[in-house]
Structure formats: structure tokens, C-alpha cells
């Protein structure tokens, strides 16, 4: 890739309102929190409900990973360009 080329990964429609969405949900969620911290809630219902902003994220960051590999990285290495895996490798260390 040289300087000025930029990746990009293209996406229906349907996939880029199904993210959104979900994006929308997590969104939501933080703003809940955010009001039960200026309504003083009490600290493990605030807890309990960044559990669940953390698994919102978890899931969605599974959800494309697994789009990444079967189209993405899959589609490189039917190119022959098996560069994708240092990518995987990197992004994987980046999961921990």
C-alpha cells in the first residue's frame, strides 16, 4: 500500500444500519449511566449496568471480527496476500 491509499471495507445497507443500531443501543446505555451518576443511584446498579455497556461492546467487536475474517482477510488470501495475517496476529494482541 503506498502512501495515499486508504482501506476501507465496504458494507450493505443492511449491515451498516444493523451496526449503527447497535452503536445507537450502547450510546444509549452510557447516557443512562451517565444520569444514574447525577441522580446519586446507588454504586452496583451503576456497576451491573457497565457490565452490560462492556458486554454490548464485546459483542459487537465479535461481530465484526467475525465479518473481518470471512470477507477481509479471507479475501486477501485468496489474493495471495498473506501480509492480512501480521494484521490478525496485531489485532489479536490488540483483544488482550
Known sequence: MN???EKKTYRSDEDKKSLTS???RIEGQIRG??????NDRYC???LIQLSAVDKSIKSLANLLLDKHMKSCVKENLL??????LDEIVDLFKKFQ
Do not use: F, P, S, Y
Open 3 to 5: 502512501c495515499c491509499e
Open 22 to 24: 447497535r452503536l445507537n
Open 33 to 38: 449511566i451517565t444520569a444514574m451518576i447525577q
Open 44 to 46: 452496583d446498579e451503576i
Open 79 to 84: 489474493k495471495g496476500n498473506d501480509t492480512v
